[in-house]
Nanobody
Framework: QVQLMESGGGSVQPGGSLRLSCAAS????????MGWYRQTPGKQRESVAR??????????SYADSVKGRFTISRDNAKNVVYLQMNSLKPEDTAIYYC?????????WGQGTQVTVSS
């Protein structure tokens, strides 16, 4: 069983930055994948950024809408995954969820609200 706890959400003006953190209760080194998703009311949850093969060698992927602005990274020693979000736009407003796939089981955090508004 893996428990995930997101933090770092909040309100920011357009063009600002936030860093989200996702702390896992167990080791993420052996995870199949980790990522960040977001959801707004009435819409499906969408993938924002992912790291696959979280061990010593991993690859990242991003939604087209965030490429060049968001960066996903992880600290295996601390079992934390980060999402650095720069040049934020109002359309980035959403609840952001952390996800881990470990032993091919999906785990989700409770979500953290990000609001981008002037």
């Amino acid at each position: 069983q893996v428990q995930l706890m997101e933090s770092g959400g909040g309100s920011v003006q357009p063009g600002g930055s936030l860093r989200l953190s996702c702390a896992a209760s167990g080791s993420i080194f052996s995870a199949n994948a980790m990522g960040w998703y977001r959801q707004t009311p009435g819409k499906q949850r969408e993938s924002v950024a992912r790291i696959t093969s979280v061990g010593s060698v991993g690859s990242t992927s991003y939604a087209d809408s965030v490429k060049g602005r968001f960066t996903i990274s992880r600290d295996n020693a601390k079992n934390v995954v980060y999402l650095q979000m720069n040049s934020l736009k109002p359309e980035d407003t959403a609840i952001y969820y952390c996800n881990i796939i470990k032993n091919y089981v999906n785990y989700w955090g409770q979500g953290t609200q990000v609001t981008v508004s002037s």
